[in-house]
């Protein structure tokens, strides 16, 4: 008896679907923002689903954690305190604490669920959360940047789309925030989008970032498992170029085990198609 | 009445499946090689599909045909006479044609149904093909390499994937050949498939033009439509190094219209991965 291929579906813009085959569906579960799905598939392990949209899959997820992560923190001369609004995976806390110099990181999540998922399934991310070094918040990520005394070296904003619950973090107040809990090196990395299906959300974030950063650059990545693969993050600092201030040499010293990210990646992430240029007024 | 959403599906190794939205199925053949199709799609305009996968899609083709040309023609001192072997849709020669010092362009293809339906059904890429300056053989590129006593100054190898009629366009003796046909200056750059998927196509190809060529490089680049986005093309030469040898300011002087590559691309797109890295022993 040949079984028939069931298809995990994800269907962006009504024109393009992508589906994983399926093995077992592990957790479904809707909370007060979005619905919450783990699924372990045939080919990219266990995927982990917001509102049906691939958030994190085994199999890739290196590459975005890494991206979202490394470029600011080897940037950063010493981040000490960084803080992540969103990335309630923990694969970007799993990232950062790879920098010996970070002494905490503080994960500001809104959606508990989230958490309570990733660590219960995908422990491959979630792992790191359990660190001594981590700090979990179950917590409006915009509220919290708006009410903090705490200050931070490194943000990174590992937000959902653009819309629902992650909607403010593409804001203007919620950026003016950032820069207030920024310490004098600092720098803030932020899910944009993509570039070839919404440009609008880099165009938006580098406009609204460039108003009130003196220094914005838009960096990008490979992602096998969201739609078209290509990925943009903003990269904001409050001075810190992320090219000619980078050392390339202490990537090699920190001898980390990454699979991506490296000092040529580092430098040549931020080259943009002369599209996306144009886009953003380059 | 609402409408059912009609997919074209494409499944890639049993494991992934992209789909994209069907406005209408325009063509579809069956050669002595392949079956070949076009379809209009709701967001990504017309698709070539060979045996069911993905070559072209009207949306995203010049990210594809930009970077398998114009790395090795802005490289090349002063590109006279080139070949594309494969690429029947004529995407490759278009953007070749675009280099003022191009006097001719060959493309051998195996599959005149290639080249028929592209020139009846997608214009975009294929009136190229009756450029002044082309040449278009219906025939075996690998015969082709092995018997003309024509020289190039560039070879381009926009293959299918390593089985069926393209599968000897990946071995050895194919290698052979093109370095024979290449003047002193000469580059030969190949699709590889995905580093993602097919790590191994990459590695065997980067394994036989290394035994072949002094000098082997990898580039990658994002491609919409294929599986996981990531790309990769070798890139071969008789002596020139792609970074090195590159002469940044005569892509500015060219003035060409281009959408995806610039100089800072040329020299980002062969910033590999760590894990890519360490597959081919870099």
Avoid at 121 to 150: M, W
Avoid at 224 to 253: M, Q
Wanted: proline share 5%; with cysteine; hydrophobic share 40%.
């Amino acid at each position: 008896m040949k079984m028939r291929t069931v298809w995990v579906d994800e269907v962006y813009q009504g024109i393009v679907r992508t589906s994983f085959k399926l093995k077992k569906r592990l957790f479904k579960g809707k909370s007060h923002f979005q619905s919450v799905e783990v699924v372990e598939t045939a080919g990219h392990g266990r995927l982990l689903l917001i509102d049906g949209m691939t958030m994190v899959s085994e199999r890739d997820e290196f590459v975005y954690h890494e991206m979202i992560a490394h470029p600011a923190l080897f940037l950063h001369p010493k981040p000490r305190r960084v803080l992540v609004i969103g990335g309630g995976d923990g694969g970007t806390v799993r990232e950062v604490l790879k920098h010996r110099s970070v002494e905490s990181c503080t994960l500001v999540e809104i959606d508990g669920l989230v958490v309570e998922a990733s660590r219960r399934y995908i422990p491959q991310t979630a792992a790191a959360l359990s660190d001594r070094r981590s700090r979990v918040l179950i917590s409006d990520g915009v509220k919290f940047v708006a009410e903090t005394e705490e200050t931070f070296d490194v943000v990174i904003v590992d937000s959902t789309e653009p819309f629902g619950p992650a909607a403010e973090l593409f804001g203007p107040s919620f950026y003016k925030n950032v820069k207030r809990i920024l310490t004098e090196d600092g720098v803030v990395a932020s899910q944009a989008g993509s570039p070839f299906y919404e440009i609008s959300t880099i165009k938006n974030l580098f406009k609204i970032t460039t108003k009130i950063f003196p220094v914005v650059e838009v960096c990008l990545f490979n992602n096998l498992t969201y739609p078209g693969g290509l990925w943009a993050f903003t990269f904001a600092t409050k001075g810190l170029h992320p090219l000619k201030d980078f050392r390339a040499s202490r990537v090699k010293t920190a001898k980390m085990p990454l699979r991506w990210y490296n000092a040529d990646i580092h430098a040549a992430c931020f080259a943009l198609p002369d599209f996306l240029k144009k886009a953003i007024g380059r």
